[in-house]
């Protein structure tokens, strides 16, 4: 048994208490890409440039979840080492819950009391919204660990509008990392090839002097959910290491058309032009996805 945090949202506030959590219990973080799947391993590759560039993890795809966890607690140690502290950004949305729950139920020697978690995007809603990006990291990872509540760094949309949320993420993330760089950030790839909060042809794509943006999507825009604050193709790039994590049958199209074609109905995925953008990042692909 181990205390943690309780997060919980209690009308537009962030609220914390400390409990005992039995469900947390210690496991290996040694990798082991068996450990979870379903089915046989199909697939194992790490290859250089095999993706615009970059390299591509290949596995089942709870396995994926499983390397991916993996490389986060390597990258925490690294980073612990050299400077006392590991910064963690993370997205929203549906995809990432299942490494909120790996991280959760199978790091529990993680080093969280050293770790700040950050994120790479939020919708201009309240926290107790069900398109909450932070009630979707509350509810399925933050509730189960033992991290500081000062190391949880949410971008302030219950505070300020969207600009303005912007703006103080910004402020805030250059006060608190040497040179505005995360040790790892993770991302998603939506089925429209977007990535973070950054769409298709939107104004976002050419910011290149901003960390931290307001942007809109692309569609139905006066829905209020639809009005985001993102990490910008710069904030991005100043990462030290960066996931884009692409898993599930709805992304077999937009795999298929990433690695045939940089271009899709006139408009170029913004995750195509990261890739472009960046040093160096790592796919992690679900093996059933990379159909030949």
Known sequence: NVNVLVFSIVGNRLVVQQEKDESVHDS?????????????????????????????????SDAVISRLMHDIEVAAEKAIR???VFHLALPGGSSPISLFNKLALDASSFPWQETHIWMTDERCVPFNHSASNL?????????????PYVNIHPIP??????????????????AHLINSSMDFVVLG???????ASLFPNQKSLDEMDRL?????????????????????????????ELAVVVRGHGKREVMDQIRRTRKVKGYEYPVVRLADIVDHMTWYVDAALWSL
């Open 28 to 60: 290996s973080s040694d990798y082991n890409p068996g450990v979870g799947s379903q089915g046989p391993i199909s697939v194992s590759v790490n290859v250089r440039e095999a993706l615009l560039g970059h390299s591509v993890i290949l596995e089942p």
């Open 82 to 84: 050299q400077s006392g």
């Open 135 to 147: 009630k979707s990291i509350v509810n399925n990872l933050l509730n189960h660990i033992n991290v």
């Open 157 to 174: 949309v219950n505070l300020v509008d969207c600009d303005k949320a912007a703006y103080l993420y910004e402020r805030h993330i250059q």
């Open 189 to 195: 790839v939506g089925q429209d090839g977007h990535t």
């Open 212 to 240: 931290v943006i307001k942007a809109v999507r692309g569609y139905d825009p006066q829905r209020e959910e639809h009005h985001r604050v993102t990490l910008t193709y710069k904030a991005l790039k100043q990462a030290k």
